[in-house]
Nanobody
Framework: QGELAESGGGVVQAGESLRISCSGR??????MAWFRQAAGREREFVAA?????????QYSNSVKGRFTASRGGTRNIVYLDMNSLKPEDTAIYFC????????????????????WGQGTQVTVSS
């Protein structure tokens, strides 16, 4: 098992909701994030959570207002609640995390994160 493990992916209809989760082996991470990769496309940023202080979240424009990222009760768990899902949300969703405090500065960049999960498939049918 790797450092991070995602769960909760599946197949849903357009307009439905789904929650995916990520848990890490370390006791805490400073920033945890979600990226996704659709077939034939590059991986892209979805959302990030600063697990310390105010648990501030950041979102890509494509999911803002529909997706909500949140931390769990401990600083090594993050959730992604996805509402009003669209077929274009179909992708493998990857969890990423880092313990460095400066990882939050460039939260949208893949190279800000040291640890990655194997991904979970989310499929939205029309």
């Amino acid at each position: 098992q790797g450092e991070l493990a995602e769960s909760g992916g599946g197949v849903v209809q357009a307009g439905e909701s789904l929650r995916i989760s990520c848990s890490g082996r370390a006791s805490s991470y400073y920033t945890m994030a979600w990226f996704r990769q659709a077939a034939g496309r590059e991986r892209e940023f979805v959302a990030a959570v600063r697990t310390y202080s105010d648990s501030r979240t950041q979102y890509s424009n494509s999911v803002k207002g529909r997706f909500t990222a949140s931390r769990g009760g401990t600083r090594n768990i993050v959730y992604l609640d996805m509402n009003s899902l669209k077929p274009e949300d179909t992708a493998i969703y990857f969890c990423a995390a880092d313990r460095r405090s400066d990882s939050v500065a460039y939260y949208y960049r893949e190279d800000s994160y040291t640890y990655w999960g194997q991904g979970t498939q989310v499929t939205v049918s029309s």
